[in-house]
C-alpha cells in the first residue's frame, strides 16, 4: 500500500500497512512519548515484505524505544547547558547552533534530540525569541558560524527562511551559515527555487548538511534536489548515524559514502549514536564501530571517508573515535598501520 499523505499518528501507520492492529497498545504507548512521521517518499520506499527493512527501522515504531538503558539521558549532548538564550546553544567560541523550529518531517527512532522534538516538543521561537537569539549573535564577534538545526529547519517556509537569512546578512561577522537538514531526501520537491533564492538571500557561504544513513534513501528525487542546491552554489556534506540494522556494515557504508560523492555531497560526519532514551537497541559499541569505520580504509577513496565521532556526554563536545592507525615507539619513532594491517616503522629503518 503506498502512502500518499504524511503518516502522523497511529492509525495513519497501520492504514499504510507499516504496521498491524496487533502492535496498536504498542504503538500508542510510544507515540504517547515519542513524535511519529514519515513523508510519503519515505513510506513509499518501505519494503513491507522486508520485516529487517533499514529504512522502516529508522522511522517506524519499535517496543524496544520503551527501555531506557543506563546512561541514557533526555538531552545527551548537553545542549541545555550551553544555551544562554532560548533556540541558541553555543558550545564553542566560533559557533553557535540556531535551533528556530523543533518540527521535522520524519521523526527518526534514534533521534539525539528525541525529548524536544514533534508537535508537543520545544516549538517554533517566536518573533521576540528570534530577535534575541539575533541580538545575542550580533553581540558575540567571535561567532563566524550560524549552524541551522532543531528540529529541521528547512521544513520553514522561504519567506521564515528568508527572514532568517536577512537578518544574519546584517551580521558582518558572520561568515557561514549551515543547514541541517533531511529535506533533501525525505521531501526532495520542497527543494525548489523559492528555497533556494531564501537561502542564499544573506549573501553569505551556505553549507548544507545532509542527513541520510542508507544508499536506498539516496532516491533519483533526492539526487535531483541535491544537484539543484549544489548548482545554485551551495555546498553539502553529509552527516550519517552509525545505526545497528541500517548501515553496521561496511558495504553498506562504502556504498552510502561514495553516493554522497557521486552527488557532490562530501562525506563529513558518521556519528556514534547518542545515548538518547530509548535508542539502545540503534548502538553499537564502539569497538564494533571501529572495526567497521577502519574496514572503509582502503575499500573506498580518500575523498568518501567520513570522520566517525562522539559527541561526548554532558556537552563537552565532539571526538574523533576512529581506531588510530599511529603509535609513539619512542625516540620520536612510530609505528604505523597500513590499510592491510600491516606494521611499518616511521621513519623508516635505514
Ligand atoms: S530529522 Fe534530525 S532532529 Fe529530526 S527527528 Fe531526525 S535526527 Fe531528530
Same mark, same amino acid.
Given at each position: 500500500?503506498?502512502?500518499?499523505?504524511?503518516?502522523?499518528?497511529?492509525?495513519?501507520?497501520?492504514?499504510?500497512?507499516?504496521?498491524?492492529?496487533?502492535?496498536?497498545?504498542?504503538?500508542?504507548?510510544?507515540?504517547?512519548?515519542?513524535?511519529?512521521?514519515?513523508?510519503?517518499?519515505?513510506?513509499?520506499?518501505?519494503?513491507?515484505?522486508?520485516?529487517?527493512?533499514?529504512?522502516?527501522?529508522?522511522?517506524?515504531?519499535?517496543?524496544?524505544?520503551?527501555?531506557?538503558?543506563?546512561?541514557?539521558?533526555?538531552?545527551?549532548?548537553?545542549?541545555?547547558?550551553?544555551?544562554?538564550?532560548?533556540?541558541?546553544?553555543?558550545?564553542?567560541?566560533?559557533?553557535?547552533?540556531?535551533?528556530?523550529?523543533?518540527?521535522?518531517?520524519?521523526?527518526? @527512532? &534514534?533521534?539525539? $534530540?528525541?525529548?524536544? /522534538?514533534? +508537535?508537543?516538543?520545544?516549538?517554533?521561537?517566536?518573533? %521576540? #525569541?528570534?530577535? *534575541?537569539?539575533?541580538?545575542?549573535?550580533?553581540?558575540?564577534?567571535?561567532?563566524?558560524?550560524?549552524?541551522?538545526?532543531?528540529?529541521?529547519?528547512?521544513?520553514?517556509?522561504?519567506?521564515?527562511?528568508?527572514?532568517?537569512?536577512?537578518?544574519?546578512?546584517?551580521?558582518?561577522?558572520?561568515?557561514?551559515? @549551515? &543547514?541541517?537538514? $533531511?529535506?533533501?531526501? /525525505?521531501? +526532495?520537491?520542497?527543494?525548489?527555487?523559492?528555497?533556494? %533564492? #531564501?537561502?542564499? *538571500?544573506?549573501?553569505?557561504?551556505?553549507?548544507?548538511?545532509?542527513?541520510?544513513?542508507?544508499?536506498?534513501?539516496?532516491?533519483?528525487?533526492?539526487?535531483?534536489?541535491?544537484?539543484?542546491?549544489?548548482?545554485?552554489?551551495?555546498?553539502?556534506?553529509?552527516?550519517?548515524?552509525?545505526?545497528?540494522?541500517?548501515?553496521?556494515?561496511?558495504?553498506?557504508?562504502?556504498?552510502?559514502?561514495?553516493?554522497?560523492?557521486?552527488?557532490?555531497?562530501?562525506?563529513?560526519?558518521?556519528?556514534?549514536?547518542?545515548?538518547?532514551?530509548?535508542?539502545?537497541?540503534?548502538?553499537?559499541?564502539?569497538?564494533?564501530?571501529?572495526?567497521?569505520?577502519?574496514?572503509?580504509?582502503?575499500?573506498?577513496?580518500?575523498?568518501?571517508?567520513?570522520?566517525?565521532?562522539?559527541?561526548?556526554?554532558?556537552?563537552?563536545?565532539?571526538?574523533?573515535?576512529?581506531?588510530?592507525?599511529?603509535?609513539?615507539?619512542?625516540?620520536?619513532?612510530?609505528?604505523?598501520?597500513?590499510?592491510?594491517?600491516?606494521?611499518?616503522?616511521?621513519?623508516?629503518?635505514?
Amino acid at each position: 500500500m503506498n502512502a500518499v499523505k504524511p503518516i502522523k499518528t497511529v492509525d495513519d501507520l497501520l492504514q499504510a500497512g507499516l504496521a498491524t492492529p496487533d502492535d496498536r497498545a504498542m504503538l500508542d504507548e510510544v507515540a504517547a512519548r515519542y513524535a511519529i512521521a514519515l513523508t510519503p517518499v519515505m513510506a513509499r520506499l518501505i519494503d513491507r515484505a522486508d520485516p529487517d527493512d533499514p529504512i522502516a527501522r529508522q522511522f517506524v515504531p519499535d517496543p524496544a524505544e520503551l527501555t531506557v538503558v543506563t546512561g541514557e539521558r533526555a538531552d545527551p549532548i548537553g545542549d541545555h547547558a550551553h544555551s544562554p538564550v532560548e533556540g541558541i546553544v553555543h558550545r564553542y567560541p566560533d559557533r553557535v547552533l540556531l535551533k528556530a523550529v523543533h518540527i521535522c518531517p520524519v521523526y527518526c @527512532r &534514534f533521534c539525539f $534530540r528525541r525529548e524536544m /522534538v514533534g +508537535p508537543q516538543g520545544l516549538g517554533t521561537l517566536d518573533a %521576540a #525569541a528570534m530577535q *534575541a537569539a539575533f541580538d545575542y549573535i550580533a553581540d558575540h564577534q567571535k561567532i563566524w558560524e550560524v549552524i541551522l538545526t532543531g528540529g529541521d529547519p528547512l521544513v520553514l517556509s522561504p519567506r521564515r527562511l528568508r527572514d532568517i537569512m536577512e537578518a544574519l546578512a546584517a551580521i558582518a561577522h558572520v561568515k557561514i551559515v @549551515r &543547514f541541517h537538514t $533531511r529535506v533533501p531526501v /525525505v521531501d +526532495p520537491e520542497k527543494i525548489d527555487a523559492a528555497l533556494i %533564492a #531564501a537561502l542564499k *538571500a544573506s549573501g553569505k557561504t551556505v553549507y548544507v548538511a545532509l542527513h541520510a544513513n542508507h544508499p536506498r534513501e539516496l532516491t533519483r528525487e533526492a539526487r535531483a534536489a541535491c544537484a539543484r542546491l549544489v548548482d545554485a552554489g551551495i555546498a553539502m556534506i553529509s552527516q550519517s548515524v552509525l545505526l545497528k540494522g541500517v548501515n553496521d556494515d561496511p558495504d553498506v557504508l562504502a556504498e552510502l559514502m561514495k553516493a554522497f560523492v557521486e552527488i557532490r555531497v562530501k562525506p563529513y560526519y558518521l556519528h556514534h549514536p547518542d545515548l538518547a532514551p530509548g535508542t539502545g537497541h540503534f548502538r553499537l559499541t564502539i569497538d564494533e564501530g571501529q572495526r567497521i569505520v577502519a574496514a572503509l580504509r582502503g575499500r573506498i577513496s580518500g575523498l568518501c571517508q567520513p570522520a566517525y565521532i562522539l559527541d561526548i556526554p554532558g556537552g563537552h563536545g565532539k571526538a574523533v573515535i576512529g581506531e588510530s592507525v599511529i603509535r609513539a615507539t619512542g625516540d620520536g619513532c612510530y609505528s604505523v598501520s597500513d590499510y592491510r594491517g600491516g606494521e611499518h616503522s616511521y621513519p623508516p629503518a635505514g
